[in-house]
């Protein structure tokens, strides 16, 4: 069964910072990932997402994710903060199976920025 | 931002009342899902849909029914709410099923006395 781990449950940054947010993934195939972003109160917003080609991949806000086969790992990155990055952070994987069920996430990473 | 909708937003049931909640897509998506939220467990889906009246089981789906009668719509309900499905629900859409991008509506979170 595929799987996500994201090691980190808090982080703190300082504004202007650069950030890199951890996520590991178990899935015998080529997997499908994604990061969402969860605003205190608020539903989730797809930050980025890889399916194939370029291991670097461009998401909204300024983040940026790489995916390393060999690590088993979809870390997102951010060059600065900013102090409307505090929110929770998750990774998922999707079934490229091509089944219709639904994503497998991580625990969440919550990101704060100190002034 | 997709066109979802989720109501009631904010519900508090005492145990054993049946509840229901509904999460309303104007996208035309096949797929539906409905995940729940608690602390230190991240998402774990409970149901989800591929088509009208095509539903399957998730992770997490003891205690829950779902039923889908129109594409735009997808009901998820608790026969006999107890106080361990107090969480925050939330309602997913997808045009290309587990493989695509999902956009999630706004939540409802549901306090089971």
């Known amino acids: 069964a595929q799987s996500v781990t994201q090691p980190d449950i808090h982080i703190t940054v300082s504004e202007g910072a650069s950030l890199e947010l951890r996520c590991n993934y178990s899935?015998?195939?080529?997997?499908?990932l994604f990061w969402y972003v969860q605003s205190p109160g608020q539903g989730l917003q797809l930050l980025l997402k890889?399916?194939?080609?370029?291991?670097l991949v461009q998401g909204i806000k300024g983040f940026e994710a790489e995916f390393k086969r060999s690590q088993s790992s979809f870390n997102l990155r951010k060059p600065s903060v900013h102090w409307s990055d505090a929110a929770e952070y998750f990774c998922?994987?999707?079934?490229?199976?091509?089944?219709?069920?639904?994503?497998?996430f991580g625990k969440g990473t919550h990101l704060i920025i100190q002034p | 931002d997709a066109g979802i909708t989720q109501s009631p937003r904010h519900k508090v049931t005492e145990t054993g009342t049946p509840v229901t909640l509904r999460c309303h897509q104007t996208?035309?998506?096949?797929?539906m899902y409905w995940y729940r939220q608690d602390p230190g467990h991240g998402l774990r889906l409970i149901h989800y849909?591929?088509?009208?009246?095509?539903?399957d089981k998730g992770e997490v789906s003891d205690g829950y029914s779902v039923s889908r009668s129109k594409t735009e719509d997808f009901l998820l309900t608790l026969e006999s709410a107890t106080s361990s499905q107090t969480s925050v629900y939330f309602c997913?859409?997808?045009?290309?099923?587990?493989?695509?991008?999902?956009?999630f509506g706004p939540g409802t979170r549901l306090t089971v006395l």
């Open positions: 849909s591929y088509g009208v009246k095509d539903t």
């Open positions: 997913a859409i997808s045009l290309a099923g587990g493989t695509d991008t999902q956009y």
């Open positions: 899935y015998g195939a080529t997997p499908y």
């Open positions: 998922a994987v999707g079934n490229s199976g091509g089944g219709a069920d639904g994503l497998t």
């Open positions: 890889y399916f194939s080609g370029d291991t």
């Open positions: 996208e035309n998506h096949r797929y």
